[in-house]
């Protein structure tokens, strides 16, 4: 599940996103926080948005799922980042 998850995060275009690195399910999203758009900020529109995901610097945002996670959860859960990252940075 941990390479779904990547791979799927790995496939969003922005410019927002600068890397995407982790191992198993623990991963990580590298974003380039732009004025007030930063890490904590897209956390927020992800916790409302109905993801959890802890920002452990300005530009850096922690996914830890659990690990009983469906490849159809994978999918929703990129579904929503994807959906995220384009309203908050483009």
């Known amino acids: 599940m941990g390479e779904l998850l990547r791979s799927r995060l790995e496939a969003i275009r922005s410019p927002a996103i600068t890397a995407v690195r982790g191992r198993g399910l623990l991963n990580a999203i590298v974003v380039r926080p ?14 409302h948005a109905g993801l959890l ?38």
């Open 34 to 47: 732009d004025g007030d758009k930063d890490a904590n900020a897209l956390c927020l529109a992800l916790m």
């Open 53 to 90: 995901a802890k920002p452990t610097q300005a530009h850096i945002i922690r996914l830890a799922p659990p690990l009983v996670i469906s490849s159809q959860q994978v999918e929703q859960a990129a579904q929503i980042i994807e959906g995220e990252v384009r309203k908050l940075f483009d």
